[in-house]
């Protein structure tokens, strides 16, 4: 480290920014889990379905990441490609409690790493198995084999379980995108 790397460092000169992608298919808690990452004083007390899409910001283990919390309804799906080009992480949320959905979600997460502006490009992958807590949702562990994260292979990746409502899990998923993302700036 050279001694203006040290000198930013020590007075915070280069802190790191990211412009993130938050998708998934609509109600599976993306606005919600965006809106935990904020600071208490800026968080809403009511999340209202996203129509098009938000920008927020927050900053977490050193990282300043500027969202991009687009809608989830198919009629919007169509919007989230106008971002790929210039986004240094990707947060794909899934609604863990609707197995039907899981084969929607699975195509959507296909679209997104097989567009052009996407398949070759090293951008972290976030995926949030997201509400946990309701009834006959199904494991991490079972949203990865039905999304079939294991054949990425080109791109790190990592699913946490969450909640967004409580932000259970959210911190572990964002600390290891902060990780991944400074490894790759």
Known sequence: MGIMDALGKLFGWNKRKAEV???????????????????????????????????????????????????????YRVVWERYYKTVKGIIFVV??????RMATAKDE???????????????????????????????AIECSEELGLSEIKTKPWNIFASNALTGEGLSDGIEWLSDALQQTM
């Open 109 to 139: 997460l296909e679209r997104l790493l097989t567009h052009k502006d996407v398949v070759d490009r090293h951008i972290p992958l976030l995926i949030f198995a997201n509400k946990m807590d309701v009834h006959d949702s199904i494991s």
């Open 95 to 100: 609604d863990s409690s609707e197995r039907l």
């Open 21 to 75: 992608l938050c998708v998934g298919l609509d109600n599976s808690g993306k606005s919600t889990i965006v809106n935990q990452l904020k600071p208490d004083k800026a968080q809403l007390d009511n999340i209202v379905p996203t129509i098009g899409f938000k920008v927020e910001q927050f900053t977490a283990s050193g990282v300043t990441f500027t969202v991009f919390d687009m809608a989830g309804q198919s009629r």
